[in-house]
C-alpha cells in the first residue's frame, strides 16, 4: 500500500489562501485516484476534492468549488491541494487518500489514508 503524508495546514485569516502537499512513498502515486476529505469537529467526514490518476479530470463538493484547486505531480510523487478564499467554516483537519476507482465521494472507497493536517481559519 502507498503511504500518504499530509503537509501545509496552519492558522490563516478568512478571505486567505493555504496550499496542502500529499507526499506518497512506498508505490508510485501514478497507480492511484487522489481524493482530499475533510473533517471538522462535530461532523462527519466530508469529501472536498478528487484528482484522477492522470491528472486530466478533477471534481469538486459544491461548498469549494471555485475556491479550491487539487492538482499533482506524478513525477514528485505529490497531490496538492490549492485552497483560496478561505472561510471559518473550512476550519478542518484535512486529509488525503488513494482509491483504485475514480469517481467515488464515499471515503470507504479509498484504501489508504494519511495522517491529515489542521487547518483553521479565523474570522
Do not use: H
Not at 12 to 22: D, K, P, T
Not at 96 to 101: E, G, L, Q, R, V
Not at 102 to 114: C, E, K, L, Q, T
Amino acid at each position: 500500500q502507498v503511504q500518504l503524508v499530509e503537509s501545509g495546514g496552519g492558522l490563516v485569516q478568512a478571505g486567505g489562501s493555504l496550499r496542502l502537499s500529499c507526499a506518497a512513498s512506498g508505490r508510485t502515486l501514478s497507480d492511484y485516484n487522489m481524493g482530499w476529505f475533510r473533517l471538522a469537529p462535530g461532523k462527519e467526514r466530508e469529501f472536498v476534492a478528487a484528482i484522477s490518476w492522470s491528472g486530466l479530470r478533477t471534481y469538486y463538493a459544491d461548498s469549494v468549488k471555485g475556491r479550491f484547486t487539487i492538482s499533482r505531480d506524478n513525477a514528485k510523487n505529490t497531490v496538492y491541494l490549492q485552497m483560496s478564499s478561505l472561510k471559518p467554516e473550512d476550519t478542518a483537519v484535512y486529509y488525503c487518500a488513494a482509491a483504485f476507482t475514480w469517481g467515488s465521494r464515499n471515503s470507504r472507497d479509498y484504501a489508504s489514508w494519511g495522517q491529515g493536517t489542521q487547518v483553521t481559519v479565523s474570522s
